[in-house]
Every structure is written in structure tokens, then in C-alpha cells.
């Protein structure tokens, strides 16, 4: 079996950044001699969570804790809920990707109702609804037909959204006559790994994509892999890995925007030795 990799997978800059925060928080909970939490999970990986445990970040969803040094996800969170940890005198650590602190910007600083695109409970969506203004949630085309077309609307969309889906929206926008300004929050490190994956799939049988089935940039590729019309599996550990894959002619690897190296490497290992 030959293994191609994808030319861009795994972690993001954004990712790698809040895990240098987190541990920088652990060391300034010890310094403090408070203790150290992450607020969710900083992202979809039971392999960077563990590893956080281990240097005593403990992982907690709501604000009813002894306060001490608190670590805000990836994902960021709703301003009620910033505010609480204020209040409580926690000393906040923000690792929230600066693509979604930018889309809660724009919803506390317009004018008028922002329209967030994406996955209802995701909590990327949580957090951006979760920013003090008005918000309107789309998750697809259909959701538009509830809107006022004699209103005007600005759109946000989700870091993790396929294009195709957004491309739709835009295309039911204008069918309906509705005046929307769609600023696309598409993240870069999402399109970049769509665009490497694209590749690879002209050049091999069957892709392995290394991530959490909880991400949504991870099971985007997988789904992006079965549209370009090659049989896709996600695995959360080498021990995934289907047998059948083991002999398939040629297989492509690839990873989600938080999948470790570490993670990446056991798989690229049993890969490599085929069984
Ligand atoms: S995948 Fe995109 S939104 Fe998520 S942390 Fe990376 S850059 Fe930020």
C-alpha cells in the first residue's frame, strides 16, 4: 500500500496559539497558587484535553467553581457568561480564535439583526449568538423565507462552513430578493485544508482523516472526501483505522484543524506498516 499525505493538514495557528495559553495559564495558576480550568473543551481532541489534564487544567462549563485562572476555548463564549466569570473574579486567559472574536464584533456593533450561518449548538454559533446584540440564525437556505425582504442584513458565517452550503444561501438570498451583506468568515486554515485534501483525492484510492468526530473542520473533510466521490474514514486513534484500508492500493491522509501531531503520527505509522 502506498500513503500520500495531504500538502496542509492538522493543527492551525489558532490552535497551536491556545495551547501555548493554556499553558502559560498553568503556570500562572501555580504561580498564583489558584487553580488552573478550561472553560469547554479548548478544542475537539481527547488527546489535547488529556494532555492538559495532566498539567492540572480542569475542564468545567459553567462559572460555579472556587475562581481562579480560566482559559477561554477556541470556540470563545457568550458574554453572559464572560461577564459571570468577571464577576466571580476569575483571571480570564482568551484563547478564542480571532476569526470568531471578530464575528462577536460585528454582532455587538451593528446596527441591525446579524445573520450567524451555521450549526445550531455548535459552540462556535453559541458564542457568536452568544454576543450582546441581535442575531438570527441560518443553518440553511430554507431559513431564509422566515427574513423581511424590506429589511437590510449583514451575514456572519460559521469558520467551519462548507462553501457549497454557503454558496446556496447566497444563491436562495438573491432568489428571494433579500439585501444581505455576507462577510465570509470561512476560516483560512479550513479552506487551506479543503484545497490539500482536493488535491490528494485526484491522486489516491480511499482517505484517512485524523480527528475528532466532534470538530466540524474534521468531519467537513471527510464529507468533502465522499462528495469527490472517494470512500473516507475518520479516526480518532491508529487503532480505527478499518482493516480493509490496510489493502488498499493507494491511501491519502489528511487531519482536522485539531488533530495533534502526535495523533497524526501514530496513524501515519500503522499506515506505513500496514496492518
Ligand atoms: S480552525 Fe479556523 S476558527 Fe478554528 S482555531 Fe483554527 S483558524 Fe481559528
Not at 52 to 72: N, T
Not at 157 to 185: C, D, N
Amino acid at each position: 500500500m502506498i500513503v500520500r499525505e495531504a500538502a496542509v493538514m492538522g493543527f492551525c495557528g489558532g490552535v497551536r496559539a491556545a495551547i501555548r495559553k493554556a499553558e502559560e495559564a498553568a503556570d500562572m495558576g501555580a504561580r498564583l497558587s489558584l487553580p488552573c480550568y478550561v472553560y469547554g473543551d479548548i478544542v475537539h481532541s481527547a488527546v489535547v484535553m488529556d494532555g492538559l489534564a495532566k498539567l492540572g487544567i480542569k475542564r468545567i462549563d459553567s462559572a460555579s467553581f472556587p475562581p481562579g485562572v480560566v482559559v477561554i476555548r477556541t470556540h470563545g463564549i457568550s458574554d453572559a457568561m464572560r461577564s459571570e466569570f468577571q464577576e466571580r473574579g476569575f483571571v480570564i486567559v482568551d484563547a478564542t480564535c480571532p476569526v470568531v472574536l471578530g464575528n462577536q464584533e460585528k454582532v455587538r456593533s451593528a446596527s441591525s439583526p446579524v445573520l450567524v450561518i451555521g450549526k445550531a449548538g455548535h459552540a462556535e454559533i453559541v458564542s457568536v449568538m452568544g454576543a450582546s446584540g441581535k442575531t438570527v440564525l441560518i443553518e440553511n437556505a430554507a431559513d431564509l423565507s422566515s427574513l423581511d425582504p424590506s429589511l437590510r442584513y449583514e451575514a456572519v458565517v460559521q469558520t467551519t462552513l462548507p462553501e457549497k452550503r454557503l454558496a446556496e444561501i447566497k444563491e436562495e438570498a438573491e432568489r428571494l430578493g433579500l439585501e444581505i451583506t455576507f462577510i465570509s468568515t470561512i476560516c483560512a486554515a479550513s479552506v487551506e485544508r479543503r484545497k490539500a485534501l482536493t488535491e490528494l483525492c485526484r491522486e489516491v484510492d480511499e482517505i484517512v482523516v485524523v480527528g475528532d468526530r466532534r470538530s466540524a473542520n474534521t468531519s467537513e473533510l471527510k464529507a468533502l472526501a465522499e462528495r469527490l466521490g472517494k470512500p473516507a474514514f475518520l479516526v480518532e486513534s491508529a487503532d480505527d483505522i478499518p482493516r480493509n484500508v490496510m489493502s488498499c492500493g493507494i491511501i491519502g491522509l489528511t487531519a482536522g484543524a485539531s488533530a495533534p501531531d502526535t495523533l497524526i503520527e501514530s496513524v501515519r505509522r500503522r499506515l506505513a506498516d500496514g496492518r
